[in-house]
């Protein structure tokens, strides 16, 4: 794709984005964002959720089916296991605000099953167009705390070069733009757990990464 063609279909957020740090007028807003080409398969602009002064911002991917049905966050078959998580690492959700690095649902039929839509991952494209968006409710919310959910959410932080597998665990340190340095914890995406072959194993291993969140908020 050529970068003008690629212009066309991604212009981007930034003229979308109202010049206040009010989330319900930044959400109303991001009804009416034209900054990718993603809006026009999706059923509604998903923004995110939660406390204005959550000590967290957890940043994912894009909404699924369910979070694009009911634009809400986090409420579908991923977001239940989030939810346990928490609960499982003691980590309030009060102090947490939930939502992904892209705003619509990108996706594609499968006729073989029922019509079913399925998951695609956004490209770097529409990830880039939306970044403002994020960036404008990192500002709005200003967490203690940031958490890459899996490989989109941290790469939108970090670039292209992040990996999970190397940076699961760790804290790292994000400087957001003219602002503060914030410490990101990365771990994986909880859809990660679904489609483990070991979903036990793999759901352990995510309420471990979830309780060194908890520590980091008792200091």
């Known amino acids: 794709m050529s970068n003008e063609a690629s212009r066309a279909r991604h212009p981007g957020a930034e003229r979308f984005i109202p010049d206040t740090d009010d989330l319900a007028e930044m959400a109303e807003a991001a009804r009416e964002c034209r900054g990718c080409d993603l809006y026009r398969?999706?059923?509604?602009?998903?923004?995110?959720?939660?406390?204005?002064?959550?000590?967290?911002?957890?940043?994912?991917?894009?909404?699924?089916?369910?979070?694009?049905?009911?634009?809400?966050?986090?409420?579908?078959?991923?977001?239940?296991?989030?939810?346990?998580?928490?609960?499982?690492?003691g980590v309030a959700e009060r102090s947490v605000y939930l939502?992904?690095?892209?705003?619509?649902?990108?996706?594609?039929?499968?006729?073989?099953?029922?019509?079913?839509r399925i998951h695609q991952r956004p490209d770097a494209g529409q990830v880039a167009a939306c970044r403002p968006w994020w960036l404008a409710e990192v500002r709005a919310v200003r967490p203690e705390i940031l958490v890459a959910l899996g490989a989109t959410a941290g790469q939108a932080l970090f670039g292209s070069?992040?990996?999970?597998?190397?940076?699961?665990g760790a804290m790292l340190e994000w400087q957001e733009p003219g602002?503060?340095?914030?410490?990101?914890?990365?771990?994986?995406?909880?859809?990660?757990?679904?489609?483990?072959?070991?979903?036990?194993?793999?759901?352990?291993?995510?309420?471990?990464?979830?309780?060194?969140?908890?520590?980091?908020?008792?200091q």
């Open 161 to 168: 070069s992040f990996r999970v597998g190397s940076t699961r």
């Open 41 to 89: 398969g999706a059923t509604q602009t998903v923004f995110g959720n939660g406390a204005e002064r959550a000590r967290v911002l957890m940043l994912g991917e894009q909404p699924g089916d369910q979070e694009d049905r009911q634009g809400e966050p986090f409420v579908g078959p991923a977001g239940a296991i989030l939810r346990r998580a928490l609960v499982d690492a």
């Open 179 to 218: 602002g503060r340095t914030i410490p990101v914890l990365a771990t994986i995406h909880p859809s990660a757990v679904l489609r483990a072959t070991d979903r036990e194993v793999a759901y352990a291993g995510f309420v471990g990464d979830m309780r060194k969140l908890a520590k980091l908020l008792k």
């Open 99 to 116: 939502t992904n690095a892209v705003k619509h649902f990108r996706w594609r039929r499968d006729e073989s099953r029922g019509k079913r």
